[in-house]
C-alpha cells in the first residue's frame, strides 16, 4: 500500500549541528513529496515541496531532494537554531493515471529539540 | 481569506455521548481532508472529500464515525457514541487540486472522552 516512513525521534540537537530526518515512501505512481513542520499547539504548516524526481525543495535553510531511485526524501539543514525545535512531517500526494490528485498521507513525525 | 476554520478548539465530553466537529475549508479549495492525531498513531488520514464528494473513507475506525460535507464551506465529523479511545487531537485541511498544492490545516480540535 501507500505508506511514508519517517525516522524515529525525539531528535536533539545542539544549535549550529547538522540535520537530517530521513524519509522513505511507498506509493503507487508518481506522487509529488512534501515536508510539513508543527509547531505546538498548531495545525500542520507546508515547509517545502517537490513534484518530480531530483527536483530540490527548499526553503527557511532545509532542504531535500525527491529521489525516485531509492524513494526517500530526507529533510537537511546545514545549522539548526532554538526556534526550529518542532514536529516534521514527510507527506506524499499521490495522483491518479488522469494526473489528478488526491490522497494526502503523513509520516508519523519527527521531534526535533534544538538546545542552546 | 480567514484560513482553514475548526470548532471547537477543545471538547470535554462524557463516553456515550454524540459528538461533532465542525470544518470551514478555504474558499475555493477543491479538497477537504479530516485527520486524527494521537502519541501512538500519528497523523492518521480518516476521510476525504473532492467537491463536496466523499472519495475515500477507508481510514474511518469504526462505523461510529461519519463525516457529511453538505456545501463547499462546510464539513462535520460525528462520533457516536463516543469512547475514551477516541480521545484526540482532529484536524480538517483544505487544499486545491493541483500536484503542487499546499494543504492548509486548521487549528485542530483537542478531544478528551472520559
Known amino acids: 500500500g501507500n505508506s511514508v516512513t519517517q525516522m524515529e525521534g525525539p531528535v536533539t540537537l545542539s544549535e549550529e549541528a547538522f540535520l537530517t530526518i530521513n524519509c522513505t515512501y511507498t506509493?503507487?505512481?508518481?506522487?509529488?513529496l512534501f515536508w510539513y513542520v508543527q509547531y505546538p499547539g498548531e495545525g500542520l504548516q507546508l515547509l517545502l515541496k517537490?513534484?518530480?524526481?531530483?527536483d530540490k525543495g527548499s526553503n527557511k535553510g532545509f532542504e531535500a531532494t525527491y529521489r525516485k531511485e531509492t524513494t526517500s526524501f530526507h529533510l537537511e539543514k546545514g545549522s539548526v537554531q532554538v526556534s526550529d525545535s518542532a514536529v516534521y512531517f514527510c507527506?506524499?500526494?499521490?495522483?491518479?493515471?488522469?494526473?489528478?490528485?488526491?490522497?494526502?498521507?503523513f509520516g508519523q513525525g519527527t521531534t526535533l529539540q534544538v538546545k542552546p | 481569506d480567514a484560513g482553514v476554520i475548526q470548532s471547537p478548539r477543545h471538547e470535554v465530553t462524557e463516553m456515550g455521548q454524540e459528538v461533532t466537529l465542525r470544518c470551514k475549508p478555504i474558499?475555493?479549495?477543491?479538497?477537504l481532508f479530516w485527520y486524527r492525531q494521537t502519541m501512538m498513531r500519528g497523523l492518521e488520514l480518516l476521510i476525504y472529500?473532492?467537491?463536496?464528494?466523499?472519495?475515500?473513507d477507508s481510514g474511518m475506525p469504526e462505523d461510529r464515525f461519519s463525516a457529511k460535507m453538505p456545501n463547499a464551506s462546510f464539513s462535520t465529523l460525528k462520533i457516536q457514541p463516543s469512547e475514551p479511545r477516541d480521545s484526540a487531537v482532529y484536524f480538517c485541511?483544505?487544499?486545491?487540486?493541483?500536484?503542487?498544492?499546499?494543504?492548509?490545516f486548521g487549528q485542530g480540535t483537542r478531544l478528551t472522552v472520559v
Open positions: 485541511a483544505s487544499s486545491f487540486a493541483r500536484v503542487d498544492a499546499e494543504a492548509f
Open positions: 506509493a503507487t505512481g508518481y506522487p509529488s
Open positions: 517537490a513534484t518530480k524526481a531530483d
Open positions: 507527506a506524499l500526494l499521490l495522483r491518479d493515471g488522469s494526473g489528478n490528485t488526491g490522497k494526502l498521507i
Open positions: 474558499s475555493g479549495h477543491d479538497y
Open positions: 472529500f473532492n467537491n463536496n464528494v466523499p472519495i475515500d
